[in-house]
């Protein structure tokens, strides 16, 4: 039998304490808005099946592609570079 897949709280429309949104801190025109439109658009439906399941929860892998799709655009291949 194979284990439920739980992923964490992957919200972007929270709200935080300060700024309201973080909406108010990215510009209309930035390029990540892009990159999250497309990847919005995108069926991961198999990526999400190839989790095991179990564990800890996992982050969801639609925000992973996203990070790593736009830390690629900036020319960022590190992960050491994309975490900061």
Known sequence: ??????FKTYNQSQLSLLPPSYDDLVPVNHPVRIV?????QIDIAD?????KGGGTSSY????LL?????AYLRNMYSSRK???
Request: glycine residues 0%; charged residues 30%.
């Open 1 to 6: 039998m194979k284990a439920k897949v739980v």
């Open 36 to 40: 999250n439109t497309i990847i919005d």
């Open 47 to 51: 990526l999400e099946r190839s989790y």
């Open 60 to 63: 969801h892998p639609r925000m």
């Open 66 to 70: 996203k990070v790593i799709i736009y």
């Open 82 to 84: 994309i975490e900061q």
